[in-house]
């Protein structure tokens, strides 16, 4: 049995060196992979090569470097893409190259907000001025500036308001308490206004100074021309009639005189008439013309000769022809006007003029 056990052994042994030395049949030779295995990319951002980073416009290459390309990445919010860029929106939110909704502010390709009314135009209440507006108030005042009339004062945000300080108060008025209120002279008369008794006028500086041409005389006293002073009428040695000769050989008269209500005051109407009687051509202009004095219950006043503004009611129709050459033997006419301050139904009106070493006055009846 040892024996056996023993030969079983060594078969055994022998089998395994032989299979382990068996010859395998001839073929082709196996390649054998040196490299190792490639190692993946990320850029510095942990953005994986050849993708866009979730930072816009930034671009991770095959290298691993960030490169701004924001065609393909697109761009971060509040930016736009202008060209091969991002462009931030303007401080008012607009985009670049576009108007903003605050006319007429227009947003640059460098997001600049700039005035380019002429692109953008204007808001409602203003006027456009090449690339600016001009807001003005419903006066037409500018936004931030003083109305014409006083003490008005436009604001930012096209508003009149009341503002004496900064606007001052018109003429005859001072600032009280913040308001215009009529300024007044000691006895009482506003400024700019006549006294109760003639011929005293309260002036802007408050003060009661004679205006004769202004406020008349005085009864039964009469201003001179100039109307500075006031004088009665017998220092004078007038001539009544319907003519009076400013010339020699020139004959002046009034054909008509009415009373004519316009639009804006009362005028009296003369319709006047001009002879030349001598042997050389003349000619008057309005300035050499007689002034109008008008007689009342408060005393006299002269009125120069002043055409109504044209309206509905009056016009300057048959206008007399001031500074005409009137030819030896023939006669001009037209309407002469004077503006009446009040018109007063029962007061005498005459034309007083002197000439030739004569006064003449003539009584009218319009």
């Known amino acids: 049995m040892k024996y056996i056990a023993l030969f079983l052994g060594i078969s055994l042994l022998l089998f395994g060196c032989l299979d382990y030395f068996r010859f395998e049949p001839a073929g082709p030779p196996q390649e054998i992979n040196t490299t190792p295995p490639q190692r993946e990319v990320f850029c510095i951002d942990t953005t994986p090569a050849n993708s866009c980073s979730s930072t816009k416009p930034m671009y991770c290459t095959a290298s691993g470097a960030l490169i701004s390309d924001p065609e393909y990445c697109g761009c971060p919010s509040g930016t736009v893409l202008r060209g091969d860029e991002c462009a931030p929106f303007c401080s008012d939110g607009t985009e670049p190259d576009s108007c903003s909704s605050a006319k007429p502010d227009y947003c640059t390709h460098n997001s600049t907000l700039i005035e380019k009314a002429s692109v953008c135009g204007c808001p409602t209440g203003a006027t456009r001025s090449g690339d600016t507006c001009l807001l003005k108030c419903t006066d037409g005042t500018s936004a931030s500036q003083c109305s014409e009339n006083k003490p008005m004062y436009c604001s930012a945000t096209l508003s009149l308001v009341e503002d004496a300080y900064r606007c001052g108060c018109p003429p005859g008025t001072v600032i009280i308490e913040g308001h215009c209120a009529a300024a007044k002279c000691v006895d009482g008369t506003p400024a700019g206004e006549c006294a109760a008794t003639a011929p005293n006028f309260c002036n802007e500086n408050l003060q009661i100074v004679s205006n004769p041409g202004e406020c008349g005389c005085n009864y039964g006293r009469i201003a001179t021309p100039d109307g500075r002073n006031c004088v009665s009428p017998r220092s004078y040695a007038y001539r009544e009639d319907n003519d009076f000769y400013p010339a020699t050989g020139v004959k002046m008269y009034v ?22 009687e001598g042997n050389a051509s ?78 003449y006055a003539v009584k009218l009846h319009p």
Do not use: M
Request: charged share 20%.
């Open 282 to 359: 003349i000619s008057f202009s309005d300035e050499e013309f007689p002034a109008l004095q008008l007689f009342s219950g408060s005393g006299y006043k002269w009125l120069a000769v002043e055409y109504p503004v044209n309206d509905s009611q009056c016009s300057e129709v048959a206008k007399f022809p001031w500074g005409t050459s009137i030819e030896p033997g023939k006669r001009s006419a037209g309407i002469v006007w004077y503006r009446l301050l009040n018109w007063e139904s029962d007061a005498s009106y005459y034309i007083y003029y002197s000439a030739q070493n004569q006064a």
């Open 255 to 276: 054909r008509n005189s009415e009373h004519i209500e316009c639009e804006n005051a009362d005028y009296i109407l003369l319709d006047l008439s001009i002879t030349n």
